[in-house]
């Protein structure tokens, strides 16, 4: 451990609850989880009332402009897709050099048995997931170790501008207070995963519907999830999402069904029971090269595929009002 009394080792006990400000936050988060377990169990009953959609659509683009931007991040639209983001040829390049390079295996929560390393819905080329980072103080010290070099490798891979360094120079232009990567200290964060999928690594036929932020809640201040597709499978694969949310009637009946979906509940019983409670989900059909962003506080999956390989680049983005948007873990 390189960095036990510095911003790292409090970074990571503030997340695991070990530092005093830590425990308390901790047992907040536990006493508030306890609750929400208990009405879960009562509010996801086939009685449960379900969600509704807020209506919000996608924005199909060929060009990512500041307008799209603050409807996402105001909540009026439910993603963007931006068609050809990445020409074919790149895109096949990138995906080559990932498929060979691929090892780690995501951990995913299984049933009440806790996190399980081995089938997930994806594997990863390029980075380490956060969920992996945050196991241990030595592998988030891993994580922020390898975050410069592993953008570095993938970069060095090609001639060309690759996907995740070219939306971070148009973000920076669009957005009014730029685009960066976020960092703990001097410290850089991950700009990207690499993710690599294989038909026998989707779990379920229409995946795993989750949400990847802890708020329950779309807000002013916020994420977004941004894919690169590098490679598509020729049928299946698509992205669902489920434009629920922003109603404060919709946030009180849907706190119990947003606290089970934060935690990749990934038996199929879970997710049968998740998806009894949403209503039908917009489908997203990504084709090689483009890239789409939406909220990831809204649930959503990815559909199985029976052959090929679906290749993607992602990202979170933190954004705040006169704020930098922010590359961040
Ligand atoms: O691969 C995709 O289409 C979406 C992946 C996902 O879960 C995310 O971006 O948060
Ligand atoms: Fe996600």
Known sequence: MKDKSGEVSRLYHMMNGSSRLGKLAFRAQTLV????RTLSRTLLEPSAPKLTSDGTKVVTVGRLESQHLSDLTGHAIAAIHVKGFTAADLADQLADWLVERTTNRWRLKRGDLGFERGDTDFLVGVGMPLSDALLSEDAFE???DDAVPAIRRLRDSTTQLIPTDRLRLELDELWPHGARIGCLGTRKFLSTVARVQNPETVLHEEGIIHVDTSLPRLTPDGMLTVNSYLRV?????????WNVAPSAWDLLR???AYTYLREYRASAEEQQRIRSRLPEPLRIKPEQGDLILFNPARPHSVRSFSEGTRVSLQAFIRFARNQPLEFSI
């Open 233 to 241: 499978p020729p049928s299946g694969g698509e992205l669902l999402l």
């Open 33 to 36: 989880t306890e609750r929400v």
């Open 142 to 144: 891993s994580y922020l």
């Open 254 to 256: 849907g706190l119990d």
